[in-house]
């Protein structure tokens, strides 16, 4: 039995289905999302089709990203966020084109019941983004920051690396969690192609809606999986990759 975090997928069923494939899943697996299924690549209404078929068989939990949000937003009321348009959600707009009304319901259902975060028994957290109460994720007194935050991983990255956990100068809202997995923040930021870990802390987005891959990592033995890049599997889009 295994436990995989699965980064960012932004659009890009291509890479999902070749990085599933790369996992050759069992039955007792189960998959952690940590966010951001749509906007980027064409095909962001076709992951939403896809990961609801696969939670039939898989053992699945969906976290909730800042572009599901904006995605869950338009859905329901039909008004298309500026920033959200601008940075993918044009893209997702288009795949959705030949949906029907009801199977929009069915998505909209779906984006609804994600999870904010994610506490397995091992006290591993997953979430998107981060949070700020120092006294953990059930004291966080804005729940956008799920989805928005950066200071978490802000903090992991500028810490000493001499730190120890039982330090008083260790970070207390790192204390909380035997491990934290996120996504969010692209790894290719740092001109790394693969999940970054700091402290206790994972990053699992690996830039799949601009040059990078599409990655997860088995939470136990870190061991990690990647598709092609996205620029490959879809080289005649654009993606995030914008000027």
Request: a negative charge; charged letters at 25%.
């Amino acid at each position: 039995m295994r436990t995989l975090a699965v980064g960012d997928i932004h659009g890009g069923l291509k890479g999902l289905i070749q990085l599933l494939d790369k996992l050759h899943l069992k039955p007792d697996d189960s998959l952690i999302f940590l966010g951001d299924y749509v906007d980027g690549w064409s095909e962001a209404a076709q992951v939403i089709d896809y990961i609801i078929e696969l939670s039939k068989t898989q053992s699945c939990v969906f976290i909730k990203g800042n572009h599901d949000v904006w995605c869950e937003q338009w859905l329901s009321t039909g008004n298309v966020n500026d920033v959200w348009y601008q940075h993918g959600g044009k893209e997702t707009i288009e795949s959705y084109k030949t949906f029907s009304e009801n199977q929009r319901k069915i998505h909209l259902l779906f984006f609804e019941q994600m999870k904010l975060y994610h506490i397995d028994a091992q006290n591993r957290l997953f979430l998107h983004a981060g949070f700020t109460s120092m006294h953990g994720v059930k004291k966080e007194s804005d729940y956008a920051n799920f989805y928005y935050d950066r200071t978490l991983w802000e903090m992991a990255m500028a810490m000493d690396e001499s730190l120890s956990p039982v330090s008083e100068k260790f970070p207390k809202r790192f204390k909380h969690y035997s491990e934290i997995y996120i996504g969010h923040t692209p790894t290719i930021n740092y001109n790394i192609e693969v999940p970054i870990n700091v402290a206790n802390v994972w990053n699992v987005d690996t830039g799949s809606a601009f040059t990078g891959k599409l990655s997860a990592i088995d939470v136990a033995t870190k061991e990690v999986f990647q598709s092609d890049k996205l620029t490959d599997l879809y080289p005649d889009e654009l993606g995030r990759n914008k000027k």
